[in-house]
Every structure is written in structure tokens, then in C-alpha cells.
């Protein structure tokens, strides 16, 4: 059975940091790579950073720059750091296998 659990959301001033951790359990996140998303109430799920499986990574626009994308295969586990944070970034941040498993999401809320 796949699970990935996410973790290290909250709340953060702008200009603030956070990291965002999601551990896998079932699946080898170095073989099959993995995404995270991120979703606002009422509007549709967007995809944010992908680290393949050769360790390649890949950012949207909005948070290139700012954003890193890593794993420790060792812990099987995905990193997403984050900085520099605007409150448009706040949304639910999920973790996806990139086959067909997601995290339950972790909340991010960047507001004064």
C-alpha cells in the first residue's frame, strides 16, 4: 500500500521560509519521481515542481527561483523549500508519485 505523507506547512510572514516534506511509504520515490501541486479553493490544481527520477528538476514560473525541489532517496523522501514566500502562494501543497498516489496535502498560509 502507497502512502506519502506530507508535512511542514503553516503559517509564515512574506518574505518568510518554509520546507514541506513529503515521505513515502510503498512506492521508491527515486525510481518514479515526484511532483508537488498546489491548490486554492475554487480554482483548479497547479503543478508547482517536479524532481524526476534522474534527479531533474522542473519549476513553474511563478516559483522559479524561489523554490527547490530535492529528495533523499535514502529516507525516500521529497523536499520542497520554500522562500522568499508571497500570499499568493498560500494554497494546500500535495505530494504526487507521479503514479496515480497522493499526499493528504499539508496547508500553507503566507499572511502578516
Known amino acids: 500500500q502507497v502512502q506519502l505523507v506530507e508535512s511542514g506547512g503553516g503559517l509564515v510572514q512574506p518574505g518568510g521560509s518554509l520546507r514541506l516534506s513529503c515521505a513515502a511509504s510503498?512506492?521508491?520515490?527515486?525510481?518514479?519521481?515526484m511532483t508537488w501541486y498546489r491548490q486554492v479553493p475554487g480554482k483548479q490544481r497547479e503543478l508547482v515542481a517536479i524532481?524526476?527520477?534522474?534527479?531533474?528538476?522542473i519549476y513553474a514560473d511563478s516559483v522559479k527561483g524561489r523554490f527547490a525541489i530535492s529528495r533523499d532517496n535514502a529516507k525516500n523522501t521529497a523536499y520542497l523549500q520554500m522562500d522568499s514566500l508571497k500570499p499568493e502562494d498560500t494554497a494546500v501543497y500535495y505530494c504526487?508519485?507521479?503514479?496515480?498516489?497522493w499526499g493528504q496535502g499539508t496547508q500553507v498560509t503566507v499572511s502578516s
Open positions: 504526487y508519485d507521479n503514479r496515480g498516489h
Open positions: 524532481i524526476t527520477s534522474g534527479g531533474r528538476s
Open positions: 510503498g512506492t521508491i520515490l527515486s525510481s518514479s519521481g
